[in-house]
């Protein structure tokens, strides 16, 4: 079985929104998932 558990990380970038009553909750600019290679909920 095959596990991945780091897969990508966003470096020195702004965090533009968060969600206070969300636990964990950040809004990241599309583009910069694409750049990572992150896919959206992940």
């Given at each position: 079985?095959?596990?991945?558990?780091?897969?990508?990380k966003?470096h020195?970038?702004?965090?533009?929104?968060s969600d206070?009553?969300?636990i964990?909750?950040?809004?990241?600019?599309?583009?910069?998932?694409?750049?990572?290679?992150?896919?959206?909920?992940?």
């Amino acid at each position: 079985m095959l596990l991945e558990v780091f897969k990508s990380k966003i470096h020195r970038v702004r965090v533009t929104e968060s969600d206070l009553n969300y636990i964990g909750s950040i809004t990241i600019d599309e583009d910069l998932l694409e750049a990572a290679g992150i896919f959206v909920g992940e």
